[in-house]
């Protein structure tokens, strides 16, 4: 038995590549504890941007996740109510092309003293 159907599959690509620079910029309010993420990937020609999601997680579990449905778009994050921002947080980003290929970027401890509560996640950091 094949719990999927290959015909769905025959355009998906959950591959790695360097083709585009996939960058996203974050600032975090510690008062209002509100997280912005924007899109600032670049793509070269026959690409274009089709999304990023967006999973956010503290060091308890809690998890929150949304996409960018828009190049240059942006989307915030309320982190005041049932999330922990006392000890960081990870942002994890899946930036998706109009080809599907996909690049995963990470920023961990967000929000700590040591780590400045705002930046930019790309392939070179």
Known sequence: MNPFENKALRTFCG???SD???????????ETKVLTVTDASTFPAGQSFSAV???????EGNE???????????VTFDLSTGFNTNEGFSIAVNVVSSTRKTITLTVRRVGLALNSGSGTINQEN
């Not at 585009?20 to 510690?30: D, K, L, M, T």
């Not at 999601?53 to 060091?59: A, K, L, Q, R, Y």
Request: hydrophobic share 40%; net charge negative.
């Open 53 to 59: 999601n967006i999973w956010v997680i503290d060091s």
């Open 64 to 74: 929150i996740s949304k996409k960018i449905g828009a190049a240059e778009g942006n």
């Open 20 to 30: 585009f620079n996939p960058a996203i910029e974050y600032s975090f309010n510690a």
């Open 15 to 17: 591959c790695e590549t």
